[in-house]
């Protein structure tokens, strides 16, 4: 998929296929506006331990894969932004289970 429109300019076409900013964003865009962002980390785990985890309804619908594995290599791509309060609470918390900072 190309990353802007193939003309070069702005699309207003709903049908276009394009990821012009000009359409309008999704549901999921619009109820996330204005919250801070959540921490993305990258896993490097063993590929046999990859395990997909079944829908509970619909066992043979894979919703994701078991994170409860041993993790070879741990990064984090984005920090959370907390609010102070919610800082200071995690850090209690942490400090209590003898969790790494």
Do not use: F, N
């Amino acid at each position: 998929m190309l990353a802007s429109h193939p003309a070069g300019r702005p699309c207003t076409a709903p049908s276009c296929p394009c990821p012009c900013p000009a359409q309008t964003p999704d549901e999921g865009h619009t109820a996330r506006g204005g919250r801070p962002a959540d921490q993305y980390e990258a896993w490097m785990i063993a590929a046999r331990h990859y395990q997909l985890v079944p829908h509970q309804k619909t066992p043979d619908v894979p919703v994701g894969i078991s994170l409860d594995v041993p993790i070879l290599r741990r990064r984090t791509l984005r920090a959370a932004v907390l609010p102070a309060d919610g800082a200071a609470l995690l850090a209690l918390l942490r400090a209590a289970l003898d969790l790494e900072p």
